[in-house]
């Protein structure tokens, strides 16, 4: 868990590259200055399509967001930071981003081809477009604005202190809360809203620098690239029902097991009975309880949903006697678990329910899961598929030994053989 959220903070200890680097981008020929100029809107392109590619309209609106306050950090950074019509530009970016970036991380995902997704590009555009066209056209009516701009609410939240560092209490203040309430149900799209508004930031607070503008304009979008790549990581990789790796990570994890190890197939005991008696959404709930104490198993074994009610675990470098202690510690986790089944007439409201359910009182029963597994140590030239054949048929035993057992296979065939329930068991 830890090791995940470090990996995940990662791109993080990169927000700090292009400031120190800022000295040596004076130093870039004038072609690789407008190669640093350009890139960042190659990126954005790219990253633009990519997310259309894999449906995730909110990094493509972060992706606009981030290109078009970078544009126009950029024309001020030109324009100079004494000039007055700059001034107004970047109060109004500095008041603006961090709004536009909580709505981002709050509005729902929609299609982008969609009405809604439409809609939600064309508002970013035109509210980055018209203060641009204005600054180019007439910068003396941002000039005029100087006296109307809410600049006593920055003082309010900042008194006295520097556009930059207002702006940064202002960020603080409106995202901080956003991204943390965000943080569970929203990982990746919230770490990278959080790094964009501290790159948007370092960018603000150094202005006459529209080579470290465009040094983190760039930094943005690959940020912003690795978001997709760990967004389409999940969609290839992870089960969306449990949250743990499915088949394809588990074909993935198979290719050069190693020279010995062990697989699990584990099944959850009569669950068709269990479906048909509480409905499909607490059947959901029992595999999702089950796969979270599997996935506490020990003795190094990485837990996947084989699909259905059925699991994988796999030990490299285990024999098969240590993964059965491992395996039986899981099970008997399993069938210790209080699993709470809410009734039907249960309040709608989660908070009540929790209330409810804290009180002991009689809108939910607590109902027994037990698990079966079978388990197989790989012998000599056998393939991982002809391991996974030969546990699944141990798992046939266990459950012909009364279910909730763990059966091993100790690389004697099955005295009758499990009729395989997947493709790749039988393949
Ligand atoms: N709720 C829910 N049910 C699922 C899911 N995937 C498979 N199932 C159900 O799992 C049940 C599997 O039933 P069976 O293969 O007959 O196995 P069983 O009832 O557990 O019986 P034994 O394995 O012999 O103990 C079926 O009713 C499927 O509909 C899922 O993602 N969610």
């Given at each position: 868990?830890?090791?995940?959220?470090?990996?995940?903070?990662?791109?993080?200890?990169?927000?700090?590259?292009?400031?120190?680097?800022?000295?040596?981008?004076?130093?870039?020929?004038?072609?690789?200055?407008?190669?640093?100029?350009?890139?960042?809107?190659?990126?954005?392109?790219?990253?633009?399509?990519?997310?259309?590619?894999?449906?995730?309209?909110?990094?493509?609106?972060?992706?606009?967001?981030?290109?078009?306050?970078?544009?126009?950090?950029?024309?001020?950074?030109?324009?100079?930071?004494?000039?007055?019509?700059?001034?107004?530009?970047?109060?109004?970016?500095?008041?603006?981003?961090?709004?536009?970036?909580?709505?981002?991380?709050?509005?729902?995902?929609?299609?982008?081809?969609?009405?809604?997704?439409?809609?939600?590009?064309?508002?970013?555009?035109?509210?980055?477009?018209?203060?641009?066209?204005?600054?180019?056209?007439?910068?003396?009516?941002?000039?005029?604005?100087?006296?109307?701009?809410?600049?006593?609410?920055?003082?309010?939240?900042?008194?006295?202190?520097?556009?930059?560092?207002?702006?940064?209490?202002?960020?603080?203040?409106?995202?901080?809360?956003?991204?943390?309430?965000?943080?569970?149900?929203?990982?990746?799209?919230?770490?990278?809203?959080?790094?964009?508004?501290?790159?948007?930031?370092?960018?603000?607070?150094?202005?006459?620098?529209?080579?470290?503008?465009?040094?983190?304009?760039?930094?943005?979008?690959?940020?912003?690239?690795?978001?997709?790549?760990?967004?389409?990581?999940?969609?290839?990789?992870?089960?969306?029902?449990?949250?743990?790796?499915?088949?394809?990570?588990?074909?993935?994890?198979?290719?050069?097991?190693?020279?010995?190890?062990?697989?699990?197939?584990?099944?959850?005991?009569?669950?068709?009975?269990?479906?048909?008696?509480?409905?499909?959404?607490?059947?959901?709930?029992?595999?999702?309880?089950?796969?979270?104490?599997?996935?506490?198993?020990?003795?190094?074994?990485?837990?996947?949903?084989?699909?259905?009610?059925?699991?994988?675990?796999?030990?490299?470098?285990?024999?098969?006697?240590?993964?059965?202690?491992?395996?039986?510690?899981?099970?008997?986790?399993?069938?210790?678990?209080?699993?709470?089944?809410?009734?039907?007439?249960?309040?709608?409201?989660?908070?009540?329910?929790?209330?409810?359910?804290?009180?002991?009182?009689?809108?939910?029963?607590?109902?027994?899961?037990?698990?079966?597994?079978?388990?197989c140590q790989n012998k000599a030239g056998e393939t991982p598929r002809e391991v996974i054949k030969r546990a699944d048929q141990a798992l046939y035993l266990a459950k012909e030994r009364g279910r909730n057992c763990t059966q091993a296979g100790n690389n004697k065939p099955a005295a009758k053989r499990r009729k395989s329930r997947t493709d790749f068991a039988r393949a």
């Amino acid at each position: 868990m830890i090791l995940k959220l470090a990996l995940r903070l990662l791109p993080l200890l990169l927000l700090p590259v292009p400031f120190l680097l800022r000295d040596q981008l004076h130093l870039l020929t004038p072609g690789h200055q407008l190669l640093l100029n350009t890139l960042p809107w190659l990126l954005a392109l790219m990253v633009m399509l990519l997310a259309i590619g894999f449906k995730h309209g909110r990094i493509l609106l972060l992706s606009l967001h981030f290109a078009c306050a970078a544009t126009l950090l950029h024309a001020t950074a030109d324009a100079g930071p004494d000039n007055p019509a700059s001034y107004v530009l970047l109060v109004l970016l500095s008041l603006f981003w961090p709004l536009g970036q909580v709505v981002l991380l709050l509005l729902p995902e929609r299609g982008l081809l969609s009405r809604s997704g439409m809609l939600r590009c064309g508002c970013l555009i035109v509210i980055y477009l018209v203060p641009g066209l204005i600054w180019l056209g007439s910068p003396q009516l941002l000039t005029q604005l100087l006296p109307h701009l809410p600049l006593a609410l920055l003082n309010f939240i900042a008194p006295g202190l520097a556009l930059p560092t207002a702006a940064f209490w202002w960020n603080l203040l409106l995202l901080l809360p956003i991204c943390l309430l965000r943080l569970r149900r929203q990982p990746v799209d919230t770490l990278a809203t959080a790094a964009l508004s501290f790159a948007f930031l370092i960018s603000l607070s150094q202005p006459g620098q529209p080579l470290l503008n465009s040094g983190y304009h760039l930094l943005a979008q690959l940020l912003l690239i690795g978001a997709l790549i760990h967004h389409g990581y999940g969609m290839a990789f992870i089960d969306t029902l449990t949250g743990i790796p499915g088949r394809r990570a588990l074909e993935h994890y198979l290719i050069g097991p190693g020279r010995h190890y062990s697989i699990a197939m584990l099944d959850i005991d009569h669950f068709k009975k269990f479906n048909d008696r509480y409905g499909h959404d607490i059947g959901d709930q029992v595999l999702r309880m089950v796969a979270s104490q599997l996935n506490l198993v020990r003795g190094g074994g990485r837990l996947f949903r084989y699909g259905g009610e059925e699991f994988t675990i796999v030990f490299k470098r285990r024999s098969e006697q240590e993964a059965f202690d491992a395996l039986e510690q899981v099970r008997q986790r399993v069938a210790d678990y209080p699993m709470k089944i809410r009734d039907q007439n249960r309040p709608e409201d989660d908070q009540s329910g929790r209330n409810q359910r804290g009180s002991n009182s009689s809108d939910t029963s607590i109902v027994k899961v037990t698990i079966s597994i079978g388990v197989c140590q790989n012998k000599a030239g056998e393939t991982p598929r002809e391991v996974i054949k030969r546990a699944d048929q141990a798992l046939y035993l266990a459950k012909e030994r009364g279910r909730n057992c763990t059966q091993a296979g100790n690389n004697k065939p099955a005295a009758k053989r499990r009729k395989s329930r997947t493709d790749f068991a039988r393949a």
